[in-house]
């Protein structure tokens, strides 16, 4: 295929590497690329960022974070916010998280008043249920049309079920409310490139599970109601599901029962602990724990590959550092390390598509909370949108471990030379 890629390599602390060298230190490696045969074919709007629908009164440890950075109240006339996502054309925004399980949409089959999420200690995931008026829905489409972006829902699977002593959601999944959300939706005119359902309710779950054969059992009866509602409309929307943290026997089940029904299957990526960890920017740092994420995409892979399935896999959403990440850390230049590594290594493991929380909201924001301005990672993204094409290149390294390299071919016109991009941390 010729020269035609982009190699991405960056690293960082070379300085451990070279301790007793004062100034301008040289460190030698070389990067070596198979370029006869692609390892993984990424989409081309393969960076999505999220949504969420976390109020201002989500706090993780005394800290509030996420501002006025909900779907339901994120100032859409912010032209930083707009530019911010037209500069992608496209970027894919996962609309959901947490508290999607816990929205009800305001329409005419919803007979109650449309209430916010209030705040209860005593509730599942800490809050009651809240509402999505259908004003805010024309509204966000509206903003979403203008911004260019591919819309991934996530609708609220726990609705008709219930909940267990034992922490289990037990029961079929009661489609009506969100029928009536995707035949509004349709009836609009708004278009919506996939519907998933459910978020982290896999495996163990948060808060909650679902199990695997009920799952597959609910994702069939999404995709036969989203056949049916957009009948004569082509291309149909994509189903998706579970969205939640990958455990081997729960997704081999699930894809094995959803088999053609399924179109890809998300998982949620926070390996490096809860925000408040005081040793957060030692891992991101540490080569040896970023590699350890490669062994859940690997099991993955070939958890999909022996399955009768025909699904292919995204990050459904992936903010490293949960509970809100950490502020100057999660939002801050050391994060790019996690994150551009995070993306090179999706793609190696054949990942189509990989959604970073959050687009804005939290302490891991690729924009600001509360000013819209860019974060470092926002240009990270950006550039690594720019600049890497659809074919992904086997590569490998041999050097100090800190430096990372990943090579796709060109986004756009064949390149006849090889371009570097190198980011480094003196
Ligand atoms: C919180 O939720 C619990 C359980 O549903 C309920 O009994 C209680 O009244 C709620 N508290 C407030 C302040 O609304
Ligand atoms: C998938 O399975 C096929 C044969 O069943 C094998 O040749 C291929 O290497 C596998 N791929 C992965 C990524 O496991």
């Known amino acids: 295929m010729g ?26 490696g070389t990067v070596f690329i198979d370029g006869k045969a692609h390892i993984g074919k990424i989409d081309n709007d393969f960076v999505c960022a999220t949504l969420d629908w976390w109020p201002p009164e989500k706090c993780d440890y005394g800290t509030c974070s996420w501002g006025h950075a909900s779907l339901l109240n994120l100032d859409l006339n912010n032209k930083i916010l707009l530019n911010a996502i037209k500069a992608f054309t496209p970027l894919k925004l996962r609309l959901g998280g947490t508290l999607q399980d816990k929205v009800i949409y305001d329409t005419e089959d919803h007979r109650l008043p449309c209430t916010h999420f209030v705040k209860n200690t005593s509730q599942l995931f800490g809050f009651t249920q809240g509402c999505l008026p259908l004003y805010r829905w024309d509204e966000l489409n509206t903003f979403f049309k203008i911004s260019g972006a591919v819309i991934i829902f996530g609708l609220n699977a726990l609705s008709g079920r219930s909940i267990r002593p034992d922490g289990s959601a037990v029961g079929a999944w009661d489609s009506s409310n969100a029928e009536s959300l995707i035949r509004y939706t349709v009836k609009k005119g708004y278009d919506i490139s996939a519907w998933e359902l459910g978020n982290e309710l896999s495996g163990n779950g948060v808060g909650t599970r679902v199990a695997a054969n009920q799952y597959a ?16 409309v ?3 929307p994509q189903i998706i599901a579970p969205g939640g943290f990958f455990d081997q026997n729960w997704f081999k089940e699930f894809l094995d029962k959803t088999t053609k029904s399924l179109d ?3 998982h949620h990526i926070y390996n490096l602990g809860p925000g408040v960890d005081t040793h957060l920017i030692e891992k991101i740092l540490d080569p040896s724990y970023l590699d350890g994420e490669a062994n859940t995409f690997s099991r993955l892979q070939r958890t999909i590959n022996s399955s009768a399935s025909s699904a292919t896999s995204w990050v459904g959403e992936a903010g490293g550092a ?3 990440g950490r502020n100057l850390v999660t939002n801050a230049f050391v994060f790019s390390f996690w994150y551009l590594d995070q993306l090179g290594m999706a793609s190696a493991y054949d990942t189509k598509t990989y959604c970073r929380q959050t687009l804005i909201g ?3 924001g690729l924009l600001n909370t509360n000013t819209f301005v860019p974060n470092p990672d926002y240009y990270s993204a950006l550039l690594w949108h720019r600049l890497m094409g659809r074919n992904v290149l086997s590569t490998s390294f041999s050097g100090p471990k800190k430096i990372r390299a990943y090579a796709h071919c060109a986004k756009q016109s064949v390149s006849s030379r090889i371009q570097a991009s190198i980011i480094k941390n003196h």
Do not use: M
């Open 362 to 364: 939290g302490n891991y």
């Open 322 to 324: 949960y509970n809100s």
């Open 3 to 28: 020269l035609c890629f982009w190699v991405f390599v960056f690293g960082y602390s070379f300085s451990t590497v070279n301790a007793d060298t004062a100034g301008g230190a040289n460190v030698e």
């Open 264 to 266: 890809v299957i998300t």
């Open 217 to 232: 059992a609910d994702s069939i009866s999404l995709r036969n109601l989203v056949q049916d509602i957009y009948s004569g």
């Open 234 to 236: 082509e291309p149909k």
